[in-house]
């Protein structure tokens, strides 16, 4: 095959516990992830030189003037096509051209998002039949989020959050994402909540049991008002306006309200369309808002679509 395309979901965090950091400097997480219905789209072109090489396309310019997405080798899909050549042995190479719609640096996985995509599509092109546990090995070296975004759907995240096992969750859910003016790595996330827990007893992350029970009830309202994450008063501590936006979906009737991943992208669970659509505009009017975004989940995960 000379070309292959796969599209490939965000993900959001509806639990985000976080336990003390490692000695490889990576924390444990206990959390439950879910793909949601913001795709970016990789679309992999044969070449027989070896060579790997990347372009970028953005659908949204919320980041344009804060972020860059890489186009050379540190860009995660590049990064997932070489440790495919490396797994393998091929000497093939490829173009990979990517489709940008998810928030960058936004807490979503978009970077992650990426490799996922590449690793089916290279696979694809090269031929190389790696099977699903193959792909997972590979997946976890490249970020923590890669193995969750091959297999979608709503999940349990342990490990550094590459260990990654399927929930009983009934029920689609109406969510509305508030992206920032400007992104944060996920890193220097991390690094405030070490500097934020210096000195204290930092315990085990678990997922809670009574998300688990709102998931497998498919209740929205009990949803709302479990979700939770660790990382919040470390993003918030770096990104203070994000409170703001945090209240202004909550005075919209949001069933709950947290920051996406390591942020600065904030999500609010709805009642139902109408309901993320009122969220949605009381939203957009705000100030600490780049982009107001409407959406559901859970959806698969990366999956080729030509
Ligand atoms: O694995 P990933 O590339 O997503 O991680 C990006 C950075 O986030 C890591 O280099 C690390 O600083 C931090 N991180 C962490 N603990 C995790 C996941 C990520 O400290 N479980």
Known sequence: ??????????????????????????????????????????????????????????????YAESVVVPENDENLAV????????????????????????????????????????????????????????????????????????????????????????????????????????????????????????GQQVRDPEVPDALMAALRAGDADALGDHLSNDLTEAALSLRPELTDTLEIGLEAGALGAILSGSGPTAMFLAEDEQHSLDISIALSSAASCADVIQSRGPVPGARLVG
């Not at 993900?11 to 879910?34: S, W």
């Not at 992999?44 to 790997?52: E, P, S, V």
């Not at 490396?86 to 928030?103: C, E, Q, S």
Request: hydrophobic share 45%; net charge negative; with cysteine.
């Open 79 to 198: 990064r997932a096509a070489r440790a495919v050549q490396d797994f393998t042995g091929v000497t093939d190479g490829v173009d990979l051209a990517i489709r940008k719609v998810i928030p960058v640096a936004g807490g979503m996985a978009g970077g992650s998002a990426d490799a996922a995509a590449a690793l089916l599509a290279c696979n694809e092109v090269w031929g190389t039949r790696l099977s699903r546990a193959d792909l997972d090995q590979i997946a976890a070296t490249i970020g923590s989020d890669v193995p969750f975004l091959l297999h979608g759907g709503t999940a349990v995240g342990g490990g550094r959050g590459e260990m990654v096992s399927p929930v009983l969750a009934r029920g689609g859910y109406h969510w509305v994402f508030a992206t920032a003016v400007h992104g944060l790595s996920t890193a220097s996330v991390f690094a405030e909540f070490d500097r934020l827990t210096e």
């Open 1 to 62: 095959m000379t070309s292959a395309t796969v599209r490939v979901p965000a993900k959001i965090n509806l639990c985000l516990g976080v336990g003390p950091v490692r000695p490889d400097g990576f924390h444990p997480l206990a959390t439950v992830y879910q793909a949601v219905d913001l795709h970016d789209e990789v679309r992999a072109t044969f070449r027989d030189d070896g060579q790997i090489t990347v372009s970028v396309h953005a659908q949204m310019d919320a």
